[in-house]
Nanobody, 129 residues
Framework: QVQLVESGGGLVQPGGSLRLSCKASGFTLDYYAIGWFRQAPGKEREGVSCLSTSDDRTEYADSVRGRFTISRDNAKDTVYLQMKSLKPEDTGVYYC??????????????????????WGKGTLVTVSS
């Protein structure tokens, strides 16, 4: 069983930066993909960024491309999301999730919001002045 724990959320002013961390434990096999998602109150969960281990491909939502960077430190079993130039619309609970058993469509969309296998409990990011 995989356990994911996010950290690093908090209150930040527009234009500021924040780095989120996702610590993975409890599973020895490498995951197929890991992604960051976010959900604002009353809104649907949406994908933010994805890292595919099969080909080291990274993907970003259009809304965050150029501002957010996903990376990982295998030695620490940790994945990061570096967020820059934060906007109020970036506010939400940020989750990390892993895909262990790829689906048919995983090669195309490895971080589909409803296809992930394990989820963390989230960390709240609030962008406000």
């Amino acid at each position: 069983q995989v356990q994911l724990v996010e950290s690093g959320g908090g209150l930040v002013q527009p234009g500021g930066s924040l780095r989120l961390s996702c610590k993975a434990s409890g599973f020895t096999l490498d995951y197929y993909a890991i992604g960051w998602f976010r959900q604002a109150p009353g809104k649907e969960r949406e994908g933010v960024s994805c890292l595919s281990t099969s080909d080291d491909r990274t993907e970003y939502a259009d809304s965050v491309r150029g501002r957010f960077t996903i990376s990982r430190d295998n030695a620490k079993d940790t994945v990061y999301l570096q967020m820059k130039s934060l906007k109020p619309e970036d506010t939400g609970v940020y989750y990390c999730a892993t895909l262990v058993m790829p689906r048919i469509a995983s090669a195309i969309n490895p971080c589909e919001v409803y296809g992930m296998d394990y989820w963390g409990k989230g960390t709240l990011v609030t962008v406000s002045s």
